[in-house]
Structure formats: structure tokens, C-alpha cells
């Protein structure tokens, strides 16, 4: 249980245009999800923390414009790189919470390799 | 704030020795405490955690792990490792009631034949 998948697993795309990621729990309802980013041989920074119904909470340092999260299910997140650059190539990876009975857990995707050529 | 420092950022072992990763946490208020697995171009899986109750964890893959709050401390072992134990290791934490989860910066566990 507590699955969570991630799409596409890896994308390549021009500088300048727009890339989509999306993120869903298969086997349950997760009411908090959350968007990490990491670096080659880095820790996973959190960008945002992203609501059912809500607007994402954004870490400080992380461009809400650049970075647009829609949470519009209680399985369904995405992630949208708005006008990629190279410097945004990197592995995101989204988590997501079952809810109250197991909020303080969170289950990971299997991560997107984004790069921007 | 809270803060997770991984002692070690890697571990090279051999195959069927035992092996801790060190994990340390700063933190003024009460924590849950994870450590997560990550395999090469993989996301993270939950190896195990401690919320309450026993400070002794015990996780999946025969790894577990010690709450130790004076030390604060939560500190990962296994007693004979595999080959496929071979991966990147996160320690984190999060404030009690809280879900925003403070990782530290990983070690990577390499096992030789």
C-alpha cells in the first residue's frame, strides 16, 4: 500500500518551453503533497507543500511563477516548469501523505530526471 | 528550526559485516524520526520510524534503528549487509504535529565483495 507514482520518469526539452509533471497516489487519498527537488549527489531540498484544494506553500527561494503547482484531487498533483532554462535540469521528486490517520508519514514517487537543453 | 546532520557521507563495508549510520538531530521541540532508502535514479523508500513508544525500530530489510533522546540520536544498523543494500540513506525529521520533513545530507553505503 501507499503507492505513489510519478509522470513522466524522465523528460528532455528545449530552453524556453514548458514542462508538466504529474504525481498521483494510486491506492489512497492524500491530502498533502509535497515537491522536493534534488541535485547529483545532494539531499532533497522541499519546494512546496501543496493542498487539496489550495494554493501551494512555497519555500522561500522557490519562484511560484516558475514553479506551478496544482493539487486539484485528493490523488492528483502537478508540477509545471514554466519556461525552462538548463539551470532548472534536475530530479523532482514528489511525496505524498495519507492523510489523518498517517499524516506525519510521507510516501515518496519514484522521481522525474528533467533536462533542459 | 530543526536540523538533521548524517555523520558519515559515505560508508564503505563489506559483504555480511555489520553497519551503523550515524544520524544526529537538533531540534527544541518533540520529533518524529525516518529514515528513508534511495536506489539510483529512484525515489525514496520508508526503511522505518519512530513516532512513540519504543525506542528500539525495527524496519524493513533487517535494518533498525535507536532513539536515543539525551544523545538525540537515531542512529541506523544492520548486522550482516548485502550486496543490494548498495544506496544513498536519509535521515530526517519532523516536528510532532507537523508534516514538513528535514532531511539530512544522505551517506552512501557501499558494500564490497
Known amino acids: 500500500g501507499a503507492v505513489v507514482s510519478q509522470h513522466p520518469s524522465w523528460v528532455i526539452c528545449k530552453s524556453g518551453t514548458s514542462v508538466k509533471i504529474e504525481c498521483r497516489s494510486l491506492?489512497?487519498?492524500?491530502?498533502?503533497m509535497f515537491w522536493y527537488r534534488q541535485f547529483p549527489k545532494q539531499s532533497l531540498m522541499l519546494m512546496a507543500t501543496?493542498?487539496?484544494?489550495?494554493?501551494?506553500?512555497?519555500e522561500q527561494g522557490v519562484e511560484k511563477d516558475k514553479f506551478l503547482i496544482n493539487h486539484a484531487s485528493l490523488t492528483l498533483s502537478t508540477l509545471t516548469v514554466t519556461s525552462a532554462h538548463p539551470e532548472d535540469s534536475s530530479f523532482y521528486i514528489c511525496?505524498?501523505?495519507?492523510?489523518?490517520?498517517?499524516?506525519?508519514?510521507?510516501?515518496f514517487g519514484p522521481g522525474t530526471r528533467l533536462l533542459v537543453l | 528550526a530543526q536540523s538533521v546532520t548524517q555523520l558519515d557521507s559515505q560508508v564503505p563495508v563489506f559483504e555480511e559485516a555489520p553497519v551503523e549510520l550515524r544520524c544526529n538531530y537538533s531540534?527544541?521541540?518533540?520529533?518524529?524520526l525516518f529514515w528513508y532508502v534511495q536506489y539510483p535514479n529512484q525515489g525514496l523508500q520508508l526503511l522505518l520510524k519512530y513516532l512513540s513508544g519504543s525506542t528500539l525500530v525495527k524496519g524493513i530489510n533487517g535494518f533498525e534503528a535507536e532513539f536515543n533522546k539525551s544523545q538525540t540520536s537515531f542512529h541506523l544498523r544492520k548486522p550482516s549487509v548485502h550486496i543490494s543494500d548498495t544506496a544513498e540513506y536519509f535521515c530526517a525529521v519532523s516536528v510532532v504535529g507537523a508534516q514538513k520533513l528535514v532531511f539530512g545530507q544522505g551517506t552512501r553505503l557501499t558494500i564490497n565483495p
Open positions: 501543496s493542498n487539496e484544494g489550495s494554493k501551494a506553500t512555497y
Open positions: 511525496s505524498a501523505t495519507p492523510g489523518l490517520a498517517a499524516k506525519e508519514t510521507q510516501y
Open positions: 491506492d489512497f487519498q492524500a491530502t498533502t
Open positions: 531540534s527544541s521541540v518533540s520529533v518524529y
